[in-house]
């Protein structure tokens, strides 16, 4: 158990070559003379095909994390790679975003907005579509292809979004509270699908969460960032079985990773 909770910000599983390498990265924001560091101090690996989880009070610099990950805000200090000497990476081609807010264009159907990042990217339209009515499917809403945003409940546009992340094949996807805007019952069926969305694709996925239980459920690494001044307070693995169902939320070692962020964030 004790090396299940080991804390190693550089373990990879490919050490050599992780597919995101983040050393001392820094970021500070410049407003009206003030200085604020959002960012200031975050090391960590991550490798490919991990799941991992940002977790942390309001302000602490999760989704200035997720800017500069997507390439939207550049560092101040430190050091930011993507990608590995085998597979190279382009922000504009390889991140997929995923909102609190779905934001489906409205006249727009489901098919339409989700081959959205295909049609802006120049990529074949036929593959395109064939691409997005898979992922429809896989997200569960095979016959909602030509419905229009307004059609669909929040927790299946919040799915149309996540297809549109993933239908350009993008090699890391990036989600800002995917599911804050859910209510308690449909945040946990959306968790489950996500996990199950995880093992089908491989994909590395990086997603922000105020939800202690959210960040270990679906994590199979946590990332703890803390306020005042924002720093990373602790990086480890999420050693839990998978396919996970909501029965691990009752075992002991659920309770011991909620317990080690809450004691992190000053809690307990
Ligand atoms: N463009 C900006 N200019 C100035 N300050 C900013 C800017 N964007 C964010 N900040 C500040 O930087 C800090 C970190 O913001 P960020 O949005 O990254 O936090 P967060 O952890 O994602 O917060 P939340 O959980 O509330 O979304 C906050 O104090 C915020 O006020």
């Known amino acids: 158990m004790m090396s ?28 009206g003379g003030h200085e604020f560091v959002a960012v200031s101090d975050v090391t960590m690996d991550i490798a490919e095909g991990d799941m991992v989880s940002l977790v942390g009070p309001s302000g602490c610099g999760k989704s200035t994390l997720l800017r500069i990950l997507a390439g939207l805000h550049d560092a101040d200090d430190g050091e930011v790679r993507i990608g590995t000497s085998a597979s190279t990476f382009t922000p504009g081609r390889d991140v997929g975003m995923v909102f609190q807010q779905a934001l489906l264009l409205k006249w727009r159907t ?29 997200v569960g809403l095979q016959g909602f292809e030509n419905k229009y945003p307004y059609e669909l409940s929040g927790g299946m546009q919040q799915r149309a979004s996540i297809a549109r992340a993933l239908v350009h094949d ?45 960040a270990v459920f679906l994590g199979s690494r ?14 480890f693995d999420i050693v839990l079985p998978l396919p996970r169902t909501l029965e691990v939320k009752t075992t002991e070692q659920f309770g011991t990773y909620t317990k080690r962020i809450y004691h992190l964030l000053g809690m307990d």
């Open 4 to 31: 299940a909770l080991a804390s190693d910000p550089t373990r990879t599983g490919n050490e050599a070559d992780p597919m995101i390498r983040l050393r001392n990265v820094r970021k500070v924001y410049r407003t």
């Open 222 to 235: 946590c990332a703890v960032l803390t306020a005042g001044p924002a720093r990373m307070a602790d990086y």
């Open 110 to 138: 489901i098919l339409e907005n989700v081959i959205l990042p295909a049609e802006i990217l120049g990529l074949p339209n036929r593959e395109a579509k064939e691409r997005a009515r898979d992922l429809l499917n896989m």
């Open 170 to 214: 993008p090699k890391l996807i990036l989600m800002d509270e995917p599911f804050g805007a859910l209510d308690a019952l449909t945040r946990e069926k959306m968790n489950l699908e996500m996990l199950r969305i995880w093992q089908r694709s491989s994909k590395t996925i990086i997603f922000v969460t105020h939800s202690i239980q959210e």
